[in-house]
């Protein structure tokens, strides 16, 4: 058995006997005492402060919004650790009167001493930024944070660090990977993925603010800096794990033969990725014909594009499609696009009436834009009807089914107030002399 395997059992044995001991248990159940009956007063203090709170003062009238604020903020960030505090405290200096020993309620208080100092910074940067602002933060890095660092200095007053991080778990590559290296690998990790969401959140805003490129041109500079942080930090795991990097060279040349038999897809999609991200062919926010059904560019990116259709439903589709495939869109220079509808009138019907009713009908919808203006366009003669097209122009290529709908519904009700026919198709039969009539032998 590995050497500190065996001190880690030893360690843990002389924790179980220390666990024993009466004047422990009454300390262990001392500290659960305290900390249920400060949440009890803390609940008991939300009612109190509140109404506080919402009584005006002698001469500021009250801003509740700002004072619900400050409740939620303490309520949530204080009391409870505060309570808890001058609680052990004086369950210490009980134990101490009665010549009890109380080492463990002093470890105790430290902790919950650092808990309040923990909330109390909470509640000031809550306080001072708001909710929306720190809230992200707070759950993505100052809350990992603190319980990660909590957790490591209660483990190091059980059992030695130093030795728990040496215990050997596998073999990678002909290096050991220990308990501590796996951790410090993953450790590594979650700060680079941080770093790139808090990179994300706030490289975009900057370019907008100082550079103001376009909004296709930010997504692609956050997407490639987001991927490339998140690689750096991959790199350095491989490395905290003990991982040689020189040893990539012949991970890269197994992953080749898988890209050979199996991987080509992915790689494409990935490469497609990139060239959309460069060339921008493809933006968030465009306007596009994917097979049929317009949609709106949701995400961008390296390996997919996220493409939402008007029955609001998210489409996933491979990048390689939109290189390798014939891709309409409405917005690549100019959101004006020309929306036809045709309409079929009898032959009686006289054009140039059809031709006023139908730019009125257009000049009538709130969508069709002024100029270009309206026009109609007479298409022939076809085998039951005169074929014209009403041609607008409209600045929301997303709601051209919507516009149809609406211009269909308008030129109906304008044909039959001006009794103008819509005919359907009709046929004559002719029979060809020879026929026996009904009877005849």
Not at 15 to 30: K, M, Y
Not at 102 to 125: D, S
Not at 330 to 344: A, E, F, I, M
Not at 384 to 410: C, G, H
Request: charged share 20%; no cysteine.
């Amino acid at each position: 058995m590995d050497s500190s395997v065996e001190i880690l059992i030893s360690q843990l044995k002389t924790l179980l006997i220390f666990l024993e001991r009466p004047s422990v248990q009454r300390q262990f159940v001392a500290l659960l005492v305290a900390v249920a009956v400060a949440g009890l007063l803390s609940a008991g203090s939300d009612r109190l402060l509140a109404r506080w709170l919402r009584r005006p003062g002698p001469e500021v009238e009250p801003d509740p919004s700002r004072r619900r604020r400050l409740w939620r903020a303490m309520d949530r960030h204080f009391l409870w650790p505060v309570h808890a505090a001058w609680l052990i405290l004086v369950a210490r200096l009980v134990f101490t009167l009665q010549g009890i020993a109380a080492g463990m309620l002093e470890g105790a208080l430290t902790v919950v001493l650092v808990w309040a100092g923990y909330r109390g910074v909470m509640w000031l940067l809550y306080l001072g930024f708001g909710h929306r602002v720190v809230r992200p933060y707070h759950r993505r890095v100052l809350r990992p944070a603190f319980f990660i660092g909590l957790g490591l200095s209660l483990l190091g007053r059980v059992i030695p660090l130093p030795v728990l991080a040496s215990i050997r778990l596998f073999g990678l590559f002909s290096a050991d990977v220990t308990l501590g290296s796996l951790l410090g690998a993953l450790a590594v990790l979650y700060v680079f993925i941080t770093l790139a969401w808090i990179m994300q959140g706030n490289l975009g805003r900057a370019l907008d603010r100082r550079v103001g490129l376009e909004a296709g041109v930010r997504h692609s500079i956050v997407t490639i800096s987001r991927y490339a942080i998140v690689g750096t930090g991959l790199l350095l795991a491989l490395s905290a794990l003990g991982l040689d990097l020189s040893t990539l060279t012949i991970i890269g040349g197994g992953l080749s033969i898988g890209v050979g038999f199996g991987l080509q897809q992915i790689v494409a999609n990935f490469i497609s990725g990139l060239v959309l991200l460069f060339e921008q062919t493809l933006r968030p926010g465009d306007v596009i014909d994917l097979d049929g059904e317009i949609g709106i560019v949701e995400q961008l990116n390296i390996r997919s594009t996220v493409v939402r259709t008007r029955d609001d439903v998210e489409v996933i589709v491979p990048n390689e499609f939109f290189l390798t495939s014939r891709l309409r869109t409405y917005t690549k220079s100019s959101r004006q696009v020309r929306v036809l509808v045709p309409v079929g009138v009898a032959y009686r019907s006289d054009p140039q009436q059809i031709r006023a009713v139908m730019i009125d009908v257009a000049q009538r919808h709130g969508l069709v834009l002024a100029e270009p203006a309206p026009a109609v366009l007479f298409r022939g003669f076809g085998e039951f009807t005169l074929n014209f097209e009403l041609a607008v122009w409209i600045e929301q290529p997303d709601r051209i089914p919507r516009l149809k709908s609406d211009l269909y519904f308008m030129l109906w009700d304008a044909f039959k107030e001006q009794e103008i026919e819509i005919p359907y198709p009709q046929r004559d039969l002719h029979l060809k002399s020879g026929w026996r009539e009904e009877g005849e032998g």
